[in-house]
């Protein structure tokens, strides 16, 4: 009996872990440049003095689709949509490398570009200030220009360039914050290859429709295991009255 209930745990704790992910998913729908996480999980055979006849499944860092979402066309000069393997580079708060193709670009108070409240890196490693009042325009290349309140035009200078670069799925793990990460903290080169849409930004991936029947068969299956493990029980107590009257 311990063995089916042992199995039938497991595979709730299962569904449980990939209910979570998915409602992460669901809940990211509208998240600028998201990419929909899939949940892994790899198996351990359990190590004992018996034979090895049972094996622990447990989830691993998932992984996640590298699908692009739809592109957004706003306007705004502040917005980029990094085409096809390009990211966007943000610092984080212990100073290491994150990724993002969330392209909504925002000034804080400080005339800094952010993106989530992180700021973008230039190609030089360092943090963009725009001038105050500046008016701001971005090239298709990341190279970002300014003019200035009632300048002409043709005054129009170049501040700087935003540093893109370019990595595949496999390279990136996403931490609890939504930034990509590369494993042990690499930093990634510079890629000029890498273009961007000024005035749109990437949309979720997230199949919003798909997510809500994955999150009612994550539950659905879930109840059924526990079912079971209650029939088990049940089974198991019922078979323990029997033997306790046979024995009377």
């Given amino acids: 009996m311990d063995r089916a209930i042992y199995t039938m745990m497991n595979a709730a704790i299962s569904e449980s872990e990939r209910h979570s992910i998915t409602a992460n998913n669901l809940s990211n729908a509208s998240t600028s440049g998201f990419r929909a996480q899939i949940p892994t999980a790899k198996s351990i055979p359990i190590q004992g003095p018996t034979l090895s006849t049972r094996t622990l499944s447990i989830a691993t860092t998932p992984m996640h689709s590298s699908a692009p979402g739809p592109i957004y066309y706003s306007g705004n000069n502040l917005d980029v949509a990094i085409m096809n393997d390009g990211w966007l580079t943000v610092q984080l708060k212990n100073g290491t490398e994150g990724y993002t193709k969330n392209g909504n670009i925002t000034i804080n108070e400080e005339g800094k570009l952010k993106v989530k409240n992180y700021p973008l890196l230039s190609s030089e490693g360092s943090e963009i200030e725009i001038p105050p009042g500046a008016s701001l325009t971005i090239s298709n290349d990341g190279v970002i220009s300014v003019l200035g309140a009632g300048d002409s035009p043709k005054s129009i200078v170049s501040i700087g360039k935003l540093k893109l670069v370019k990595a595949k799925p496999n390279e990136f793990y996403l931490n609890n914050n939504g930034i990509f990460m590369t494993y042990k903290n690499k930093k990634l080169t510079e890629d000029?290859?890498?273009?961007?849409?000024?005035?749109?930004?990437?949309?979720?991936?997230?199949?919003?429709?798909?997510?809500?029947?994955?999150?009612?068969?994550?539950?659905?299956?879930?109840?059924?295991?526990?079912?079971?493990?209650?029939?088990?029980?049940?089974?198991?107590?019922?078979?323990?009255?029997?033997?306790?009257?046979?024995?009377?």
Avoid: C, H, P, Y
Avoid at 221 to 232: A, L, R, V, Y
């Fill in 192 to 248: 000029t290859s890498v273009k961007l849409i000024s005035g749109a930004f990437e949309e979720s991936n997230v199949q919003t429709i798909d997510a809500i029947i994955k999150i009612i068969n994550n539950a659905r299956n879930f109840e059924i295991n526990m079912k079971i493990i209650n029939d088990i029980n049940e089974n198991s107590r019922l078979s323990n009255q029997i033997l306790s009257f046979n024995q009377a």
